[in-house]
Nanobody
Protein backbone atom coordinates (compact mmCIF):
# COMPACT_ATOMS: atom_id res chain seq x y z
CA UNK A 1 0.00 0.00 0.00
CA UNK A 2 1.00 3.63 -0.33
CA UNK A 3 1.17 6.17 2.48
CA UNK A 4 1.63 9.94 2.40
CA UNK A 5 3.14 11.45 5.53
CA UNK A 6 3.07 15.22 6.03
CA UNK A 7 5.13 17.35 8.38
CA UNK A 8 5.92 20.99 9.03
CA UNK A 9 2.63 22.43 10.18
CA UNK A 10 2.35 24.60 13.26
CA UNK A 11 1.42 28.01 14.61
CA UNK A 12 2.90 31.27 13.39
CA UNK A 13 2.10 34.96 13.51
CA UNK A 14 0.88 36.83 10.47
CA UNK A 15 3.76 37.60 8.13
CA UNK A 16 5.67 34.50 9.18
CA UNK A 17 6.69 31.45 7.18
CA UNK A 18 6.25 27.70 7.32
CA UNK A 19 7.44 24.86 5.09
CA UNK A 20 5.31 21.77 4.65
CA UNK A 21 6.75 18.45 3.50
CA UNK A 22 5.05 15.30 2.25
CA UNK A 23 6.73 12.01 1.45
CA UNK A 24 5.04 9.09 -0.27
CA UNK A 25 6.18 5.60 0.69
CA UNK A 26 5.41 2.12 -0.59
CA UNK A 27 6.19 0.09 -3.70
CA UNK A 28 5.78 3.11 -5.96
CA UNK A 29 6.68 3.07 -9.62
CA UNK A 30 5.63 6.59 -10.53
CA UNK A 31 3.46 9.49 -9.40
CA UNK A 32 1.55 11.91 -11.58
CA UNK A 33 0.73 15.28 -10.07
CA UNK A 34 1.34 16.04 -6.40
CA UNK A 35 -0.26 18.87 -4.56
CA UNK A 36 -1.56 20.55 -1.46
CA UNK A 37 -5.16 21.22 -0.53
CA UNK A 38 -6.54 22.92 2.57
CA UNK A 39 -9.75 22.88 4.53
CA UNK A 40 -10.79 25.49 7.06
CA UNK A 41 -13.52 24.76 9.63
CA UNK A 42 -16.95 24.76 8.02
CA UNK A 43 -15.53 25.12 4.51
CA UNK A 44 -14.85 22.79 1.62
CA UNK A 45 -11.42 21.41 0.82
CA UNK A 46 -9.75 23.56 -1.84
CA UNK A 47 -6.66 23.23 -3.98
CA UNK A 48 -3.74 25.38 -2.84
CA UNK A 49 -1.11 24.34 -5.38
CA UNK A 50 -0.04 21.37 -7.42
CA UNK A 51 2.91 20.31 -9.54
CA UNK A 52 3.26 17.77 -12.33
CA UNK A 53 6.06 15.23 -12.55
CA UNK A 54 7.59 17.51 -15.15
CA UNK A 55 7.59 20.48 -12.81
CA UNK A 56 4.64 22.49 -14.12
CA UNK A 57 2.97 24.33 -11.25
CA UNK A 58 -0.50 25.68 -10.57
CA UNK A 59 -1.56 27.95 -7.69
CA UNK A 60 -4.78 29.21 -6.21
CA UNK A 61 -5.09 32.96 -6.77
CA UNK A 62 -5.15 33.57 -3.01
CA UNK A 63 -1.59 32.20 -2.55
CA UNK A 64 0.15 33.35 -5.74
CA UNK A 65 3.34 35.23 -4.95
CA UNK A 66 3.41 33.96 -1.35
CA UNK A 67 3.54 30.14 -1.63
CA UNK A 68 5.95 28.03 -3.65
CA UNK A 69 5.46 24.35 -4.40
CA UNK A 70 8.37 22.10 -5.30
CA UNK A 71 8.99 18.43 -5.77
CA UNK A 72 11.70 15.79 -5.54
CA UNK A 73 10.72 12.94 -7.84
CA UNK A 74 13.53 10.68 -6.64
CA UNK A 75 12.26 11.01 -3.06
CA UNK A 76 8.55 10.92 -3.99
CA UNK A 77 8.26 14.14 -2.01
CA UNK A 78 6.46 17.44 -2.41
CA UNK A 79 7.03 20.65 -0.46
CA UNK A 80 5.13 23.85 0.13
CA UNK A 81 7.03 26.95 1.18
CA UNK A 82 4.55 29.41 2.67
CA UNK A 83 5.68 33.01 3.17
CA UNK A 84 3.86 36.11 4.34
CA UNK A 85 1.21 33.98 5.98
CA UNK A 86 -2.18 35.51 6.73
CA UNK A 87 -4.85 34.52 9.27
CA UNK A 88 -7.06 33.38 6.38
CA UNK A 89 -4.43 30.73 5.56
CA UNK A 90 -5.39 28.94 8.77
CA UNK A 91 -6.58 25.44 7.83
CA UNK A 92 -5.70 21.78 7.81
CA UNK A 93 -3.37 21.20 4.88
CA UNK A 94 -3.57 17.90 3.02
CA UNK A 95 -1.04 16.43 0.63
CA UNK A 96 -2.38 14.57 -2.41
CA UNK A 97 -0.70 12.31 -4.95
CA UNK A 98 -2.52 11.62 -8.21
CA UNK A 99 -2.01 8.72 -10.57
CA UNK A 100 0.23 6.72 -8.26
CA UNK A 101 1.42 3.53 -9.94
CA UNK A 102 2.37 0.96 -7.30
CA UNK A 103 2.73 -2.75 -6.67
CA UNK A 104 0.69 -4.69 -4.12
CA UNK A 105 0.54 -8.49 -3.90
CA UNK A 106 2.31 -8.79 -7.28
CA UNK A 107 -0.28 -6.67 -9.05
CA UNK A 108 0.11 -3.13 -10.31
CA UNK A 109 -2.47 -0.51 -9.39
CA UNK A 110 -3.08 3.14 -10.13
CA UNK A 111 -4.80 5.22 -7.46
CA UNK A 112 -4.92 8.65 -5.86
CA UNK A 113 -3.85 9.05 -2.23
CA UNK A 114 -4.28 11.66 0.50
CA UNK A 115 -2.15 12.43 3.52
CA UNK A 116 -3.59 12.63 7.02
CA UNK A 117 -3.42 16.42 7.17
CA UNK A 118 -1.36 18.91 9.14
CA UNK A 119 -2.69 21.95 10.98
CA UNK A 120 -1.49 25.43 10.05
CA UNK A 121 -2.61 28.24 12.35
CA UNK A 122 -1.82 31.89 11.63
CA UNK A 123 -2.58 34.46 14.32
CA UNK A 124 -3.01 38.16 13.73
Amino acid sequence: QVQLVESGGGSVQAGGSLRLSCVASGSILSIGAMGWHRQAPGKQRDLVADITSGGRTNYADSVKGRFTISRDNAMNAVYLQMNNLKPEDTAVYYCKADGVEYYASSYMYVDDFWGQGTQVTVSS
